[in-house]
């Protein structure tokens, strides 16, 4: 009869043999997995590029502080030189030279502690580079869990991102910070440090 022909599904199943069940069952739940991993597999491809371009401007921030170079020759410079003046045991000098001495021991006590700052900095440009790195490689071949076993869902690598956006946020305000304190570093050292050996040549001309 007509009536029949629109039965529910479900009674259509039920009156099936119990292999057939079970083969009608096998077939709908391998089609669910295969249906859901389509439907929620990730497309990275946006991460992955962002990764790379944070990856880049930490990469060029380490090349900008090693331009640089170091103190360390002027720190030494400055310290003979001081250790020559207070050696000689001058007399008499003005309130001009006294006040250039003690300009040029802060000057040498800046050097000194910027390139602790450098040295540190550099460390967490390699550290930051290197996160940045594996980020993007296991996003790249789709790897489901990070080296300690927690699990890289969408979750995860939202997170994950924001941190490492958030730690080169951090790091370029350090570097911008660090390169003007340098800079002005520079222009100090390029006015005083002829100014302490041209005293350092009249105080031992005059001690000899």
Request: aromatic content about 6%; hydrophobic content about 40%.
């Amino acid at each position: 009869m007509e009536g029949d022909l629109y039965l529910p599904a479900v009674l259509n199943f039920a009156y099936m043999k119990r292999s057939e069940r079970g083969l009608v069952l096998f077939v709908i739940g391998a089609i669910a997995i295969i249906l859901g991993s389509c439907h929620f597999k990730k497309d990275y491809t946006a991460e992955i590029k962002e990764l790379d371009s944070l990856s880049t401007v930490v990469d060029e921030y380490h090349e900008r502080l090693s331009a640089q170079g170091n103190w360390t020759g002027s720190v030494d410079t400055i310290r003979d030189l001081l250790h020559t003046i207070q050696a000689l045991q001058p007399e008499g000098l003005s309130l001009e030279q006294v006040a250039l001495l003690n300009d040029m021991g802060r000057i040498r006590l800046e050097m000194e502690s910027i390139e602790e700052v450098k040295t540190q900095l550099a460390l967490k440009l390699d550290s930051s580079s290197s996160q940045l790195k594996k980020l993007q490689q296991a996003l790249k071949e789709g790897a489901t869990h990070d080296s300690d076993d927690n699990k890289m869902d969408e979750l995860y690598v939202m997170k994950a991102l924001q941190k490492e956006r958030d730690v080169v946020q951090q790091l370029s305000s350090r570097f911008v910070e660090l390169d003007e304190a340098n800079s002005e570093l520079l222009r100090k050292h390029a006015q005083l440090t002829p100014q302490l050996q041209l005293l350092v040549d009249s105080i031992a001309e005059k001690h000899y």
